[in-house]
Structure formats: C-alpha cells, structure tokens
T-cell receptor, first 113, second 113 residues
Framework: AQSVTQLGSHVSVSEGALVLLRCNYSSSVPPYLFWYVQYPNQGLQLLLKYTTGATLVKGINGFEAEFKKSETSFHLTKPSAHMSDAAEYFC???????????FGQGTRLTINP | NAGVTQTPKFRVLKTGQSMTLLCAQDMNHEYMYWYRQDPGMGLRLIHY???????AKGEVPDGYNVSRLKKQNFLLGLESAAPSQTSVYFCASNPGLAAYEQYFGPGTRLTVT
C-alpha cells in the first residue's frame, strides 16, 4: 500500500525567503503525487500534481515540485514567500487506476514579516 | 456553479445523538468522498462512492454510515455520536478515479459533548 510522509508539521519562513516543504512517498509502482493547500477555515484546493512526463511540475501561486524517483520525494518549493502563502499544505499519493488518495499529515506554513 | 456544498457548517451534538451531514455537488462528478480532519493527522478517508448507489469503506469507517441515492448527493450519518467523532468533516468529489483533481467543500465543524 502506498503512503506519504511530510517532514515537519510546522515550517516558518520570512517573507521573501525560499519555501521548502518536504514530502516522501512509499509506493511499489510509479505513483501519482499531489500537493493541496488549505487556507484558514476553507476546504482544500489543488496546487499541482504529477502523473507522468516532466518531473518538474509548476502549480498555482508560483509553487513548483519535483518528482525524484531515486529519492522517493516530491518536495514543494517557492522561491520567494509571500504573506498570503500562510496555510496548511498536504501532500497526497495515489496509483494509476486507483479510486482514492492517501494524504500526508500536513505542514503548517507560517510567514514572518 | 456552486461546486461542492456542505450542510450544516457547524453543529454541536450530545453523546448518543444522531445526525446527517449533507454533501451536494453540481459538477456531475462520479466519485464522492467523506474525510475527517484532526490536528496532526491530516485527512483520513471515512467512506467514498464511485457512483450513484455505490459506497465503500475508507480508512476510518467505524461509527459512520453513508448513502448515495442520487449522483449529486452524498450523505454521512452518525447514528450514535461519540466525543471521538469531534472533528472537521470535508466532502470532496471528482470526475472519476483518484488521478483527477478532487474538489472540496468548505467543511462541517462537529463537536460532540
């Protein structure tokens, strides 16, 4: 069965600094990987996803993630943090043909002025 | 389009009471999901449905029942609420298969005293 681990339940960065949120997955076959964002008191929305093809995936709001099979990772990055990026971020994994996602525990991102 | 809506937004129950949470989507999606979100545990799948009239158990189904009598609606029932069911409940839908983006409702905050 597939699983996903997010390293760090809480990450704090200064405005303008690099954002790096870590996600490692476990899967015996090539996975599909997702990052979702949850703003306060809202549901989740998709940031980006990797299914096949290019391993560097660009999403909304300047975020991107790179699928690294050798490291079983799908870390989320943004070159310069903005105050509006403060939210909780979830990594998720599934397999081709599967019916459901498996979510990580989430990482709360705080942006310091 | 309203997307995914959830009713009610907030509810307080006493132990042993019952209630039904309603999820409705207007995107003609085949798949619908019920999750619960608890601090530090991410989203955990309760039940899901891959089409009208079908339901399946997720990761944490005990104490919950579901029904999908109409394609656009997915109901989550608590027959005898327990304090351990205090949580935020999210409904989601997608066109079919987990590889597609899931669209989330705004959530229902349930407190069981």
């Amino acid at each position: 069965a597939q699983s996903v681990t997010q390293l760090g339940s809480h990450v704090s960065v200064s405005e303008g600094a690099l954002v790096l949120l870590r996600c490692n997955y476990s899967s015996s076959v090539p996975p599909y990987l997702f990052w979702y964002v949850q703003y306060p008191n809202q549901g989740l929305q998709l940031l980006l996803k990797y299914t096949t093809g290019a391993t560097l995936v660009k999403g909304i709001n300047g975020f991107e993630a790179e699928f690294k099979k050798s490291e079983t990772s799908f870390h989320l990055t943004k070159p310069s943090a903005h105050m509006s990026d403060a939210a909780e971020y979830f990594c998720a994994v599934t397999l081709q043909g599967a019916q459901k996602l498996v979510f990580g525990q989430g990482t709360r991102l705080t942006i310091n002025p | 389009n309203a997307g995914v809506t959830q009713t009610p937004k907030f509810r307080v129950l006493k132990t042993g009471q019952s209630m039904t949470l309603l999820c409705a989507q207007d995107m003609n999606h085949e798949y619908m999901y019920w999750y619960r979100q608890d601090p530090g545990m991410g989203l955990r799948l309760i039940h899901y449905s891959v089409g009208e009239g079908t339901t399946a158990k997720g990761e944490v189904p005990d104490g919950y029942n579901v029904s999908r009598l109409k394609k656009q609606n997915f109901l989550l029932g608590l027959e005898s609420a327990a304090p351990s069911q205090t949580s935020v409940y999210f409904c989601a839908s997608n066109p079919g298969l987990a590889a597609y983006e899931q669209y989330f409702g705004p959530g229902t905050r349930l407190t069981v005293t």
